[in-house]
């Protein structure tokens, strides 16, 4: 793996923390001061290409596109870039394998955390769910979701966000099944006459494609 230029992000403390306050305090100062600090964005950035293991946690799923800027296992977190949110896969309820915070960038969703009415683990479906809570996330906004929190982000399509997630804590996610979109709607294979995956590295171009992106929403030079 290639090492990231030495920066302030090594001095980071570990996420891999049972107390979600202090997650929310570390995380919010690691995504704020990142979003401020658009030379080592950009680095970051860059540095994907050279690295083949940055490169395939990098992904082009069925929700979104995302590069991984920044992995630090010892410490328990990963850092990524989300953009290219794809409007009409955004209504499935899911949860995450890991507690995560998020920072908006650009543009902005309708964000719904959904209480559980089965309990906290295992699958579940959408007569499984209840809105709790309901809100407007603008560039700037942050927030920290636990790991047996479910939601959905109804994304504009200009939206961009930082993203730390934590340490692994159960061994799957889960999302309302019956809610999926149509296979038509996949990301398409990366090699011809393969078949449509929820999620897959990035080819090439794709790597390319995001990086302009980047650039033309005036994140990165």
């Known amino acids: 793996m290639l090492r990231t230029a030495a920066s302030w992000l090594d001095r980071v403390p570990s996420l891999d923390l049972d107390d979600l306050r202090e997650v929310q305090r570390i995380s919010r100062t690691l995504l704020d001061r990142l979003a401020g600090?658009?030379?080592?964005?950009?680095?970051?950035?860059?540095?994907?290409?050279?690295?083949?293991e940055r490169m395939d946690a990098s992904r082009v799923t069925l929700l979104l596109n995302r590069l991984s800027l920044y992995q630090a296992p010892d410490r328990g977190f990963e850092i990524r870039l989300?953009?290219?949110?794809?409007?009409e896969n955004q209504l499935v309820p899911h949860d995450h394998c890991y507690a995560f915070a998020t920072?908006?960038?650009?543009?902005?969703?309708?964000?719904?955390?959904?209480?559980?009415?089965?309990?906290?683990?295992g699958p579940f479906t959408g007569a499984d769910l209840e809105p709790a809570v309901v809100t407007i996330?603008?560039?700037?906004?942050?927030?920290?979701?636990?790991?047996?929190?479910?939601?959905?982000?109804?994304?504009?399509?200009?939206?961009?966000?930082?993203f730390v997630r934590g340490p692994r804590r159960?061994?799957?996610?889960?999302?309302?099944?019956?809610?999926?979109?149509?296979?038509?709607?996949?990301?398409?294979?990366?090699?011809?006459?393969?078949?449509?995956?929820?999620?897959?590295?990035?080819?090439?171009?794709?790597?390319q494609a995001m990086r302009a992106y980047l650039v033309r929403h005036r994140l990165i030079g």
């Open 170 to 207: 159960k061994k799957l996610s889960h999302a309302a099944e019956e809610l999926m979109p149509p296979l038509e709607t996949w990301p398409a294979p990366a090699l011809p006459g393969g078949e449509p995956e929820d999620s897959r590295p990035p080819t090439l171009e794709e790597y």
């Open 82 to 87: 989300n953009m290219n949110p794809r409007p």
């Open 137 to 162: 996330e603008r560039p700037g906004s942050t927030y920290t979701l636990g790991d047996a929190l479910v939601h959905q982000a109804v994304m504009e399509p200009d939206t961009v966000t930082l």
């Open 37 to 52: 600090d658009r030379d080592l964005l950009a680095r970051l950035v860059d540095e994907v290409l050279h690295d083949q």
């Open 103 to 121: 920072r908006i960038l650009t543009g902005g969703y309708v964000h719904v955390v959904r209480r559980r009415t089965n309990g906290w683990s």
